[in-house]
């Protein structure tokens, strides 16, 4: 029974499906070639079996080598270039601002966040929130958080443990001094913010000569090192499981690698319904997504800081396996693909042939006769 041969406007092997937030699938287009002679460049297959000689074409044929080589499938996200989440921190007190770090400035243990009414709000480095006031007769992890800073600052004198003694009050008074705060000996809890680690100023959301409130907030806070953040869907998280090694894309065609640090599901941004009762913010948990941020291996133009970046995964690959062009595939009409077999003498034949992977234009190929170096025919006769 005779076979009619066609290339397909679009192999369904390489269909992409309907683009994901933030999600661009890194499949190549396949070339339309038109059935029919009125067609500029048009092909005709005329109605033969795989592995029955074709007729010999009147014209060149356009064509390709099968190649013996390495193919990547991958996944790209849109993101954008920045410091990572913020963290805002709020005045525990209300009072006037009187002094107030700059926007973009380091922020390190010791550092005078602001100042209200000129008693200073310093930084120290600890996973512990200042939850409570500390002084003499206190102890618990936090006191020896505390006391691991005072250390760290150069003062001494007194047992770096959960208790606060007074031997730590006395190191407390001198750091008091040395910083222009009140001599207590004893740390309110309005007087220090703990971070994780060393960071930066975000943004000021208050100006000196500003009267704040409980509540109010100051100044956001973020990391120092340089990072791409992005949303993915909740069902693509494996693919961007923390430690995760990517290729990030910056404006200009610069590539730098990097690591993805955090990937956490929240709830998606709240919509308008668009009908009856618009205005209303529409979620569930089908909304939710996953917040990812990728730091990168090494630092980039800081004029870049706020641009789109586009982090790219690999998904899968295949290593010394044979490839062709995309646009060599013949799709069979009973089903499958085959390729065009160019010979020494000029004529053609069809060999079927299975398919692996698509990526980057070219696709995996395996068949009877199919060889590194062998010719076959491409689209473009």
Do not use: C, K
Not at 22 to 29: H, K, Q, S
Not at 206 to 214: K, M, R, T
């Amino acid at each position: 029974m005779s076979t009619t041969l066609h290339r397909d406007e679009e192999l369904d092997a390489a269909s992409a499906e309907p683009r994901r937030r933030g999600r661009r699938l890194v499949w190549p287009a396949v070339g339309v070639v038109l059935i029919g002679g009125a067609a500029a460049g048009a092909w005709y297959w005329q109605q033969r079996s795989p592995g029955e000689p074709a007729p010999e074409a009147a014209g060149a044929v356009a064509t390709a080598e099968v190649t013996l080589g390495s193919i990547a499938s991958t996944e790209t996200w849109e993101g954008t270039l920045g410091h990572g989440s913020a963290f805002t921190v709020f005045a525990p007190v209300s009072g006037t601002i009187t002094r107030l770090a700059a926007e973009g400035g380091a922020v390190e243990r010791g550092t005078a966040l602001y100042h209200v009414d000129e008693q200073p709000v310093t930084v120290l480095i600890g996973l512990i929130p200042m939850y409570r006031d500390l002084g003499p007769g206190d102890s618990g992890v936090d006191v020896e958080q505390l006391e691991a800073n005072l250390v760290a600052l150069g003062y001494d004198g007194f047992t770096a443990d959960d208790e606060y003694t007074g031997n730590t009050a006395d190191a407390v008074a001198e750091w008091q001094e040395d910083i222009g705060a009140a001599e207590t000996g004893a740390v309110a809890g309005s007087d220090v913010v703990f971070l994780p680690e060393a960071g930066r100023v975000d943004s000021v959301h208050a100006g000196v000569g500003g009267v704040v409130q409980p509540g109010s907030a100051v100044l956001d806070l973020t990391g120092s090192d340089q990072v791409v953040s992005l949303e993915v869907e909740v069902d693509d998280r494996d693919l961007v499981a923390v430690g995760t090694a990517v290729t990030i894309g910056l404006a200009g065609g610069q590539e730098v690698a990097g690591t993805v640090t955090s990937a956490a599901a929240v709830a998606a941004e709240p919509t308008d319904d668009g009908g009856a009762g618009a205005g209303a913010a529409q979620t569930g948990a089908a909304d939710a997504v996953t917040e990812v941020d990728v730091a990168l291996a090494e630092p980039v133009a800081a004029e870049l800081i706020g641009s789109p970046a586009d982090v790219t995964v690999p998904v899968d690959e295949r290593v010394d396996v044979l490839l062709v062009p995309v646009n060599a595939l013949l799709a069979l009409s009973e089903g499958g693909y085959g390729l065009e077999v160019v010979h020494d003498d000029g004529t053609t034949s069809v060999v079927a042939v299975e398919t692996g992977l698509f990526a980057d234009g070219r696709v995996e190929v395996a068949g009877d006769g199919i060889a590194e170096g062998t010719v076959v025919g491409v689209a473009g006769r």
